[in-house]
């Protein structure tokens, strides 16, 4: 049985506490931290462990064989790094680090240690519509993939949005796992800003069209549309040299009602890749057990920290913006 400690005990913390103690097999969470401790007291009960304030200390403890990381972004790096100095397995919920210079020290930490100890939670990699379409193109039936037309759609998001976000906190999924799914590398990036919806506010450029062309040519075109209002809508089809693959959306049943034909849009961005986060764990909690990582590795995180930096920087600028991360290093390949 693998013994977990789960890092940060907010809306995910709680739900992956109760994924691993309560779904999932093979595991078991011991020990849960929050700098809050009303927060870490709450979370606790929910899996019977016992309580830290502090995370060093829970990832110092003997009785956790590796560690879970769900606290807020910007507090990834100092427990990722402890974890690693520790020798345990983490794994950490997107973004790995909230700058490209701290993922590269995680990557640097990571290769020092010469163990392979970090995953990062790109679930999408686990979505069972995605690797039908990675399927798809890895058999070679449709050639080679040319372009790549995607949308990410929220219903709506906090007054707190800024337009930053629509990369670092939406579009960072589809920066992980498109270039995934074509097995190729970022170049460049751009972003071209349509008028706004009336539902935004000034902060907040939406929607907007995201541009991501990778080294064999491929060009991909990202809508970010985070008020789109009318659902959690999430689209890929690729336009292949021999044909087009469409990522299937959630079937759900198809209504005749009062002369309309309909069917239903998921609303939830949980419920939607639920399937893939039970997924994602439970083969990260196998792999440890047999002392490897399977998923997405530090290298991914700090490849999707620049690409996102980089895009981040055609909001602003309007330019196409080179993408340079430098040669995978021989371990993560
Ligand atoms: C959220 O953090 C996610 O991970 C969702 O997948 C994304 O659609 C949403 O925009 C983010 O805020």
Known sequence: MLRVGVVGCGAIGKEHIKRLNNKLQGVTVVVVSDVFEEGAKTAAALCDGKVYT???????DAEVDAIVCT??????????LAAIKAGKPVFCEKPLATTADDCKKIVDAEIASGKHLVQVGFMRRYDK????????LDSGEFGAPLMLHCTHRNPEVGTDYTTPMAVHDTAIHEIDCLHWLVDDEY???QVIMPGSTKYTHSELKDPQIMLLRTKKGICIDV????????GYDINCEVVCEEGVVKMPAPATPIIRKEGR???????SWINRF??????ELQDWV?????????????????VAAVTADALVRAQQSGNIEAIVTGECPKFYK
Do not use: M, R
Request: charge should be negative; glycine fraction near 10%; hydrophobic fraction near 40%.
């Open 261 to 267: 034909l309909s069917t239903g849009i998921e609303t």
């Open 274 to 279: 639920i399937d893939s986060y039970d997924v």
């Open 54 to 60: 502090d995370a060093n200390a829970l990832i110092n």
């Open 187 to 189: 170049e460049s990036a």
């Open 223 to 230: 809508e970010v549309f985070v008020n789109c209002k009318f």
């Open 71 to 80: 606290s807020p972004g910007f507090a990834h790096v100092e427990t990722v």
């Open 286 to 302: 196998n792999s440890v057990a047999k002392g490897e990582v399977n998923g997405p590795t530090a290298w991914d995180g700090y």
């Open 129 to 136: 519509g995605y690797i039908q379409v990675k399927e798809a």
